[in-house]
């Protein structure tokens, strides 16, 4: 079946620095989704994405559906500490969802 | 417009027994997928219905069954429950499979 590989794991960063997660698979989607749980909650949509080489932006939030529709990152600009959480990519070949395995964000104040 | 509802929002067991849990979609989804996260871990895949029926399974034993009704709630039961289902129960909802998906808050199963 597909796998999405997300990377890094997990991330310790201080406050206010930039931040990039991404995913990548073997298999192409037409759509990249990325979410994000706060601990005990479900995932929250961030980003949708819907077209190889979009480039989408929610806030301090900007996300890319790669070119080769194998791929997506995330970018968090000038974090502050409400953005701490499990960060999900998921991509949709047109038969079912395939998450990744998240990226845990910690930061520092 | 309502979000996805599960029901209940926590739930103890004790080993041995069943556990029901509820998903209820958006209003005009029709694909229903539940998973299963450990503390802290990720989202392991357990169930896709999709227009009333299961379109996929994940890697799980076979007392790990549901279903979908006619107006595309969801349920998922597990039998014989083990301390290790203990975890947080989410359901995701979509109108299509091409269109963004999105989750309930969870159900948190502890078993005893």
């Known amino acids: 079946g597909q796998q999405l590989n997300q990377s890094p794991q997990s991330m310790f960063i201080q406050e206010g620095e930039d931040v990039s997660m991404n995913c990548t698979s073997s298999s192409i989607f037409n759509t990249w989704l990325w979410y994000k749980q706060d601990p005990g909650e479900g995932p929250v949509l961030l980003i949708a994405?819907?077209?190889?080489?979009e480039l989408t932006s929610n806030g301090r939030l900007t996300a890319q559906f790669g070119i080769t529709r194998k791929d997506s990152f995330l970018n968090i600009s000038a974090s502050i500490p409400s953005d701490v959480g499990i960060y999900f990519c998921?991509?949709?070949?047109?038969?079912?969802?395939?998450f990744g395995g998240g990226t845990r964000l910690m930061v520092k104040p | 417009e309502a979000g996805v509802t599960q029901s209940p929002t926590h739930l103890i067991k004790t080993r041995g027994q069943q556990a029901t849990l509820r998903c209820s979609p958006i209003?005009?989804?029709?694909?229903v997928y539940w998973y299963q996260q450990a503390l802290g871990l990720g989202l392991q895949f357990l169930l896709w219905y999709d227009e009333g029926e299961e379109r996929n399974r994940g890697n799980f034993p076979p007392r790990f069954s549901g279903r979908q009704f006619p107006n595309y709630s969801s349920e998922l039961n597990v039998n014989a429950l083990e301390l290790e289902d203990s975890a947080l129960y989410l359901c995701a909802t979509h109108r299509d499979r091409w269109r963004e998906a999105f989750f309930g808050q969870g159900t948190r199963l502890t078993v005893v």
């Open positions: 994405l819907y077209k190889a080489g």
């Open positions: 998921a991509g949709n070949a047109g038969n079912m969802l395939t």
């Open positions: 209003s005009g989804h029709t694909s």
